[in-house]
């Protein structure tokens, strides 16, 4: 606990914690989203300006846990931005169906999804070479996928329309009409 109370990144969090609670409440939630927005973007490519060089170094070598990591960390600032300017193009554009249902979606969270594996295989790699536990940490995370979108599949496939909406959420109740209460007279 007292190595807590000295660590600067703890701080920080609790810091950036209230302070995003406490400006939610002052903005309507179109400014907070596009304030939230421009933080990402803003700080997302100023990080892979830093992320850059070492990222296309661990391209052209590869090997070790530092590339991994260094390639990870772009590639997740990266996805990051390019989510954030899909949300924003959306947002601005009235959400039409053809890009909302386009494949744009799901492959900023498959290139994602990539970086975290990269992070998974990376720890301890040496010269090309994977240790067995994260090759079994990868496969879990795999199978792990696997079973919520069978899961999410399985509850919703019945539910959705053509263009893969659930029309009305499963947990929602059912609308009951409104009955009003009138003394009767005697």
């Not at 920080?12 to 939630?29: D, E, G, Q, R």
């Amino acid at each position: 606990m007292k190595q807590l109370r000295r660590s600067l990144i703890a701080y920080l969090f609790a810091i950036v914690s209230l302070m995003t609670w406490l400006s939610a409440s002052f903005f309507s939630w179109y400014e907070f989203q596009e304030i939230a927005s421009a933080l990402v973007m803003g700080s997302c490519l100023v990080g892979m300006v830093q992320w850059f060089i070492p990222a296309a170094r661990s391209m052209r070598d590869g090997q070790d846990y530092a590339d991994f990591f260094a390639f990870s960390i772009f590639q997740i600032l990266f996805f990051m931005s390019v989510q954030r300017l899909w949300g924003n193009i959306l947002r601005w554009t009235g959400r039409p169906d053809y890009l909302v249902y386009s494949p744009i979606t799901g492959i900023i969270m498959i290139m994602g999804a990539f970086s975290v594996f990269l992070m998974i295989l990376a720890r301890d790699t040496e010269g090309g070479r994977v240790p067995r536990d994260n090759i079994t940490r990868a496969i879990v995370a795999l199978i792990l996928s696997g079973i919520i979108a069978a899961t999410t599949l399985i509850l919703f496939s019945d539910r959705l329309d053509e263009l893969g909406r659930v029309p009305v959420s499963p947990w929602q109740l059912p609308l009951v009409e409104a009955v009003s209460v009138r003394p009767i007279a005697n």
